[in-house]
């Protein structure tokens, strides 16, 4: 897999670890305004249509919100990670198959860097909210903005 490929694969998943709507909302706008012919032709071609893109928007927008909440569960629970691997999984494929590589590699790298990364960021997280003595909310506005960066630098085409 060619070295531009794979970092924005395993970007785009670490973005998915951190927010799982995220990574697709930023990939299918870039879609959405630039599509890929190799897309057309795939089950993956809603990830280019108006109204994927509309929707994942939504979501990321929600998860920001929701994130803050003090009964939102912890991204390490079963069901987080699970939902941050499918979105890890789901734009790696999608890269990989914009830019000819292994579908099955895009995905994995995608899931494996969501997964890691969820980790990751949690356990700082917690660590940055205890040692400083700040309070998590701005962590996780830190946090945010760092996820949209990264995401926003590996969606350019």
Do not use: C
């Not at 305004?33 to 927008?61: E, G, H, I, Y």
């Not at 499918?86 to 590699?105: D, F, P, Q, Y």
């Not at 995905?107 to 997964?115: C, H, K, P, R, T």
């Not at 949690?122 to 960066?149: C, F, M, N």
């Amino acid at each position: 897999m060619r070295t531009r490929v794979l970092g924005q694969i395993i970007g785009l998943g670490a973005v998915a670890g951190m927010r799982t709507m995220l990574a697709p909302a930023l990939l299918s706008r870039t879609l959405k305004k630039r599509p890929s012919r190799r897309l057309r032709r795939t089950n993956l071609r809603f990830m280019q249509s108006k109204s994927t893109a509309a929707t994942f928007k939504v979501l990321a927008a929600g998860e920001l919100i929701g994130d803050k909440l003090p009964m939102t569960p912890n991204r390490t629970e079963p069901a987080g990670l699970v939902g941050r691997g499918m979105s890890g999984a789901l734009v790696g494929v999608t890269l990989a198959i914009v830019s000819r590589e292994n579908r099955w590699l895009g995905g994995g790298l995608g899931a494996s860097s969501a997964l890691a990364s969820a980790y990751a960021f949690y356990y700082l997280r917690s660590k940055l909210s205890q040692e400083t003595k700040l309070p998590d909310v701005l962590w996780a506005g830190l946090e945010d903005t760092l996820a949209i960066k990264v995401g926003n630098k590996y969606t350019a085409r």
